[in-house]
């Protein structure tokens, strides 16, 4: 079981917007940052966002991410059809001294 | 650049060792500013995280896997590998190696993956 809760699915249609949570304790996300994963199967997982709202160079601006005491959240708007994937939530765990994960939103693109 | 490619064996039988190699490109495992890392994801489960090395001399390792996991770095070859021993049919997983930038009490963040090798247990 996963120490991050995220919800196992999301959907929308293109052009919409599409937001996934992920929730924490004081411990993790309440106390760290938060990052955020896109993994397409077959292909290497990659960061979409870090530091709860940062984005690398290369993510569409489509993407972004927010916080709010233990809950971190990502967004994506307007949604495009190749942004259909499985998302992971990471942050960084006090009492283990490393990073935990959510166990994944798949998020379907009608 | 940074590029990173799992290698080694797709099928290893229970209670045996499974080892695997990461491969780095376009970055050096000996720069003392990164972690190297490994990652897996069992079938239809989340991801899960073994530890971090540093090729400066420390070695982190989750408390899910300290007692069966090793990692250790060939700087020579510019690569790192997993040793995870006893394996049973539940260590079957992709598994993935990534470059891991953590500055203690600010950020923490696997910038770059390699693609992943599905690993069997199986007899």
């Known amino acids: 079981q996963s120490v991050l809760t995220q919800p196992p699915s999301a959907s929308g249609t293109p052009g919409q917007r599409v937001a996934i949570s992920c929730s924490g304790s004081?411990?993790?996300?309440?106390?760290?940052?938060v990052n955020w994963y896109q993994r397409v199967p077959g292909m290497a997982p990659r960061l979409v966002i870090y530091?709860?709202?940062r984005r690398p160079s290369g993510v569409p601006d489509r993407f972004s991410g927010s916080k709010s005491g233990t809950t971190a959240s990502l967004a994506i708007s307007p949604l495009q059809s190749e942004d259909e994937a499985d998302y992971y939530c990471?942050?960084?765990?006090?009492?283990?001294?490393?990073?935990?994960f959510g166990g994944g939103t798949k998020l379907i693109v009608l | 650049q940074v590029q990173l490619q799992e290698s080694g064996p797709r099928l290893v039988r229970p209670s045996q060792i499974l080892s695997l190699t990461c491969s780095v490109s376009g970055g050096s495992v000996s720069s003392g500013r990164y972690y190297w890392s490994w990652i897996r994801q069992p079938v239809g489960g989340g991801l899960e995280y073994f530890g971090r090395?540093?090729?400066?001399?420390?070695?982190n390792y989750s408390p899910y896997f300290k007692s069966r996991a090793t990692i250790s770095a060939d700087t020579s070859r510019n690569q790192f590998s997993l040793d995870l021993r006893s394996v049973t049919a539940a260590d079957s997983a992709v598994y993935f190696c990534?470059?891991?930038?953590?500055?203690?009490?600010?950020?923490?963040?696997?910038?770059?993956w390699g693609p992943g090798i599905q690993v069997i247990v199986s007899s």
């Open positions: 004081s411990s993790t996300t309440g106390g760290n940052t």
């Open positions: 530091s709860n709202n």
């Open positions: 990471s942050a960084w765990h006090d009492d283990l001294d490393g990073p935990v």
């Open positions: 090395l540093s090729t400066r001399g420390s070695t």
């Open positions: 990534a470059r891991y930038t953590l500055d203690f009490g600010k950020s923490d963040m696997f910038d770059y």
